[in-house]
């Protein structure tokens, strides 16, 4: 019932900022928390980051310092903001939420970061 939706991806060059939107639709976000993954071409899924329901945050070592992930409960919107961006940020960006013992997923957003 809960969809997920992921906004905000571009193209920006090295050194450039995106803020990437996650907005639940048809219900809110479980207890569980939010996080966000990419996906290169020919690279595993990594994750980058999380935010619980009480607000901790947790980041990949990779994006640590440089992005922030955020959530505005009344919005039901988790954020994730990208600064200084590096071409290796470079992928596809999904959201995901642990809905009643289900995965639910956002279809990606592209983050293209050129040099």
């Known amino acids: 019932q809960v969809q997920l939706t992921e906004s905000g991806g571009g193209l920006v060059r090295a050194g450039g900022s995106l803020r990437l939107s996650c907005t639940a639709s048809?219900?809110?976000?479980?207890?569980?928390?939010v996080r966000w993954f990419r996906q290169a071409p020919g690279k595993l899924r990594e994750l980058v980051a999380l935010i619980t329901a009480t607000g901790t945050t947790n980041y990949a070592a990779s994006v640590r310092g440089r992005f922030t992930i955020s959530r505005d409960t009344a919005q039901n919107t988790v954020y994730l903001q990208m600064d200084s961006l590096k071409p290796e940020d470079t992928g596809v960006y999904s959201c995901?939420?642990?809905?009643?013992?289900?995965?639910?997923w956002g279809q990606g957003t592209q983050v293209t970061v050129s040099s």
């Open positions: 048809g219900g809110t976000f479980s207890p569980n928390p």
């Open positions: 995901t939420n642990l809905v009643l013992l289900e995965e639910i």
